[in-house]
């Protein structure tokens, strides 16, 4: 696109340089290490005109414009996170400590270069004048060598006058190109549409086929991919290059891949549910809701006991004071609990189970108050962590069951509560036990 490397990537794998240039330009948008990856290519990749390599030019000192062009996409693509992160100081820390290492690279080239220059300057070449001119030793005289010795000199040719020789004169001859390979022939634009119209008609079928799931639509990405590349085959054996069937199956492969490695963490009635939604939001669990993304879901404690998974997202339980329930949370990835309470909640981890402290109570003055506590749990893929709320504690018989499912999702539990005060006496109260029935004997 501008130093040529799309270009020779293309080349290299007989696809079109737009496709390579598009992807190209889309996870620039996504990141800075494109930019970074095509600054080094475009340093360390021979020209295709006279095969240079503009690394090496750099460290003989002859730098050019497309030397500078390469470290500004290095440069750029270390500094691309500081526009998205800029806001807090830890993050501007990290990104410095992220642009030292194209810092420290960027001084490796640039001292062997100003060696360079300085050695030319100090050390002229023999017979050179302050311009860079150089001069021959010139020849006594026949008269002049007389008087000396007696002797007459030999007489001096023509061609030991003093000449004058630019530098640029003895620079070495260019490099002859290299010559182009022949490209193997594409398969005809017939064939290419042949494969993808199969391609998509067999994963058309997979989808009517197995029951609206998240695996069938993974099923049938399959599908697609394996008929292309049955395509890619047959092209192979014939001699002939996929070009736009390589980018097709190249286009497909990266979310199927992506979606495939996602589908070994991912709750498993998000992939198979029939009632699976892909997105969910602001909305309230049911007794059986399952979604792939889901956003600020509320838990109820009102309505029977509740079921759910999510792959991404996060889920809220508010104690309202008087909230009856216990929450089971697994997790098939990397999930977190947080825990914003007064106190009172029984907390079942792997390692041991307890129950959170009351908040204290503090007086200044003529206002007393109690502020919740705060705390965070984490879970590994395949552990469990069971929270009972205050009323579940001391009457779990009663108690709503919510059983969450989850990947990578978050679960907010708090204590909603106006008088924070109250609720930490009504609770620090002792549980009076029921007295003995006696029976009197008459």
């Not at 050695?119 to 020849?139: E, I, K, W, Y």
């Not at 007389?146 to 002797?151: D, E, F, N, S």
Request: glycine share 10%.
């Amino acid at each position: 696109m501008i130093g040529g490397v799309c270009a020779g990537i293309a080349h290299r794998f007989g696809i079109s340089p737009v496709l390579v240039r598009l992807l190209f330009c889309l996870g620039a948008l996504v990141g800075g290490l494109p930019l970074i990856i095509y600054g080094f290519a475009w340093l360390l990749l021979p020209e295709h005109r006279d095969g240079r390599i503009h690394l090496d030019e750099l460290i003989h000192g002859r730098p050019d414009v497309a030397a500078a062009g390469a470290l500004a996409f290095i440069v750029i693509g270390a500094l691309g996170p500081l526009l998205w992160f800029a806001d807090t100081r830890d993050t501007v820390a990290v990104l410095l400590g992220g642009i030292a290492p194209a810092l420290v690279f960027g001084l490796i080239i640039a001292v062997p270069i100003v060696a360079g220059y300085a050695s030319r300057q100090r050390t002229p070449c023999a017979g050179t004048d302050s311009n860079g001119l150089v001069h021959s030793t010139p020849s006594p005289s026949p008269a002049s060598e007389l008087l000396r010795t007696g002797v007459a000199a030999p007489p001096v040719p023509a061609q030991a006058e003093a000449t004058h020789v630019s530098p640029l004169e003895e620079r070495p001859p260019a490099r002859t190109p290299r010559p182009r390979k022949p490209r193997t022939p594409a398969v005809p634009a017939r064939f290419t549409l042949g494969i993808v119209a199969l391609a998509i008609s067999l994963g058309a079928l997979t989808l009517l086929l197995m029951p609206a799931t998240l695996a069938a639509w993974l099923t049938a990405g399959g599908v697609f991919l394996a008929v292309t590349a049955i395509g890619l085959i047959i092209a192979a054996s014939r001699g002939r290059r996929g070009s736009w069937l390589t980018a097709i199956s190249w286009l497909g492969a990266l979310p199927v891949a992506a979606a495939t490695a996602l589908a070994f963490v991912l709750p498993n009635a998000v992939l198979f549910e029939p009632g699976a939604a892909p997105v969910r939001f602001g909305a309230t669990a049911s007794q059986h809701s399952s979604a792939l993304v889901a956003g600020n879901i509320d838990l109820p404690t009102d309505q029977g006991d509740v079921t759910a998974a999510a792959g991404f997202g996060n889920y809220r339980l508010r104690d309202l004071g008087d909230t009856n329930a216990i929450v089971t949370v697994t997790s098939t990835g990397s999930s977190s609990i947080s825990l914003w309470t007064y106190g009172g909640w029984e907390v079942q981890t792997p390692t041991r189970t307890y129950t959170t402290p009351l908040a204290t109570i503090k007086t200044e003055g003529d206002q007393t108050w109690a502020s919740p506590d705060y705390e965070d749990l984490y879970l590994s893929p395949g552990q469990q962590v069971i929270l009972k709320t205050p009323a579940a504690v001391a009457n779990p018989s009663d108690a709503t069951r919510i059983e969450l499912t989850l990947g990578f999702a978050h679960v907010a539990a708090s204590t909603d509560v106006s008088d924070g005060v109250d609720y930490v006496k009504r609770h620090s109260e002792p549980t009076a036990s029921p007295s003995p029935t006696t029976t009197e004997e008459n």
